[in-house]
């Protein structure tokens, strides 16, 4: 599968972002998809993920309850809606998918990464 990620870009603190993550290449609903992100000088991070289906969505600490991942079948594509962003939310996020685990819950379970879309938040 391949996986073209965008809707990075340059806000002020306090504000919104949608991601989006589309998929192609094999049927979208076999995968369970993830968004990383990689400060720099930092390691990659788990940020969210979601389950085929989207019953169940995973979140890192930092971000329950600002960001939100979400799944268009139709559309083959992933979300991560992220809203009162902060200036820590700066990073290069990455989509990732995977389709023989039930969640992504670190980077070494990812089988396919997309390429990065930057997020820089002003303070």
């Known amino acids: 599968v391949q996986l073209q990620a965008s809707g990075g870009g340059l806000v002020q603190a306090g504000g919104s972002l949608r991601l989006s993550c589309a998929a192609s290449?094999?049927?979208?609903?076999?995968?369970?998809m993830a968004w990383f992100r990689q400060a720099p000088g930092k390691e990659r991070e788990f940020v969210a993920s979601i389950n085929r289906g989207g019953s169940m969505t995973l979140y890192t600490d930092s971000v329950k309850g600002r960001f939100t991942i979400s799944g268009d079948n139709a559309k083959s594509t992933v979300y991560l809606q992220m809203n009162s962003l902060k200036p820590e939310d700066t990073a290069v996020y990455y989509c990732?998918?995977?389709?023989?685990?039930?969640?992504?819950?670190?980077?070494?379970?990812?089988?396919?990464w997309g390429q990065g879309t930057q997020v820089t938040v002003s303070s």
């Open positions: 290449g094999r049927t979208f609903s076999r995968y369970v």
């Open positions: 990732a998918a995977q389709d023989h685990i039930e969640i992504i819950r670190r980077a070494m379970q990812v089988g396919y």
